[in-house]
């Protein structure tokens, strides 16, 4: 005969209101309340800009515009550990004359230490696993 447990909750993976799985693969009782679905939104109407300076990205940010007419842009990737897995971030070269480079915070992108733009209008995806950076 099966025992009964009568407090039993089947575990499911919690995923927030846009399909995507919370940090670290959570799982939950299926009637446990999820964490604050807006804490890692991945689609946020102002993660879109523009970046004319070298600076680091925000795991916020999913949209980037370089602008390098008025010198070398430096783009740093946030810590891979920090920045939703699975998340696109996509680095765009729209004007100017002077490189674009991109380097990871934390890990490597595709196994390098950096990547450099090599054309103006030039775009480029990058997701990360946690650990480090790769193309998408």
Do not use: C, H
């Amino acid at each position: 005969a099966l025992m009964e447990i009568p407090d039993y909750q089947p575990r499911v993976r919690q995923k927030d209101k846009y399909g995507y799985p919370f940090p670290g693969g959570a799982f939950m009782p299926s009637n446990a309340v999820p964490p604050d679905e807006d804490a890692n939104v991945p689609d946020k109407p102002d993660s879109m800009r523009l970046v004319t300076i070298s600076q680091g990205l925000l795991d916020t940010d999913r949209v980037i515009n370089v602008d390098s007419t008025s010198g070398a842009v430096n783009i740093t990737l946030p810590s891979a550990s920090f920045y939703y897995p699975g998340k696109i971030l996509t680095i765009k070269w729209i004007a100017g004359s002077y490189p674009v480079t991109a380097f990871p915070m934390t890990g490597l992108i595709d196994g390098s230490p950096s990547l450099s733009f090599s054309e103006l209008n030039m775009s480029f995806g990058f997701y990360t696993n946690g650990t480090n950076w790769f193309l998408a």
